[in-house]
T-cell receptor
Framework: AQRVTQPEKLLSVFKGAPVELKCNYS??????LFWYVQYSRQRLQLLLR??SRESIKGFTADLNKGETSFHLKKPFAQEEDSAMYYC???????????FGSGTQLTVLP | ETGVTQSPTHLIKTRGQQVTLRCSSQ?????VSWYQQALGQGPQFIFQ???????GRGNFPPRFSGLQFPNYSSELNVNALELDDSALYLC??????????????FGPGTRLLVL
């Protein structure tokens, strides 16, 4: 079975500092990886997916198959980045998402 | 473009009762997935419906069942409610065709409390 691990439940950084949210997955095939974000009082929404290779709101994520990781990075955190971030994988054939337990990011002024 | 909507927003039931949650998919989408999110956890896949048929199921017992209607809206039914069923239930819609997985768009969720 697929598993997605986000080792940090809480992460605090100061505004302007770099931020990295860790995500590791376990799947022997070629998964699709996603980062979803949930801002306060808003619904879960897609931040980025690895196949599109886009940078959204300054965030990037690189799929490292050797380390089975898909860490989310931003060079300069902003206060509006404070939110809950979920990493998710999809085996492709089943089209079902497996989520990690989430990391609550707080960007301090 | 109308987003995913869910009803009701909140619900309180007692153990042993049955509950039906509803989801309207986003315009143009033909696939609906349901997730359960317990407090402090990430969403957990329950099942997915495509063309009115179940198209994948997670590790949930048969008392969790669903339907998809011709207009692609969907229902999640839970029988014989247990205390552990208390959670936020999320619906997500997407378009499934040939090729890669399409993005799933989530609704606001229905918060169920079982007493």
């Amino acid at each position: 079975a697929q598993r997605v691990t986000q080792p940090e439940k809480l992460l605090s950084v100061f505004k302007g500092a770099p931020v990295e949210l860790k995500c590791n997955y376990s799947y022997s095939g070629s998964p699709e990886l996603f980062w979803y974000v949930q801002y306060s009082r808003q619904r879960l929404q897609l931040l980025l997916r690895h196949i599109s290779r886009e940078s959204i709101k300054g965030f990037t994520a690189d799929l490292n198959k050797g380390e089975t990781s898909f860490h989310l990075k931003k060079p300069f955190a902003q206060e509006e980045d404070s939110a809950m971030y979920y990493c998710a994988s999809d085996s492709g054939s089943a089209r079902q998402l497996t989520f990690g337990s989430g990391t609550q990011l707080t960007v301090l002024p | 473009e109308t987003g995913v909507t869910q009803s009701p927003t909140h619900l309180i039931k007692t153990r042993g009762q049955q509950v039906t949650l509803r989801c309207s998919s986003q315009s143009g989408h033909n696939t609906v997935s349901w997730y359960q999110q317990a407090l402090g956890q990430g969403p957990q896949f329950i099942f997915q419906y495509y063309r009115e048929e179940e198209n994948g199921r997670g590790n949930f017992p048969p008392r969790f069942s669903g339907l998809q209607f011709p207009n692609y809206s969907s229902e999640l039914n839970v029988n014989a409610l247990e205390l552990d069923d208390s959670a936020l239930y999320l619906c997500a819609s997407s378009f499934s065709g040939t090729g890669a997985t399409e993005t799933q768009y989530f609704g606001p969720g229905t918060r169920l409390l079982v007493l």
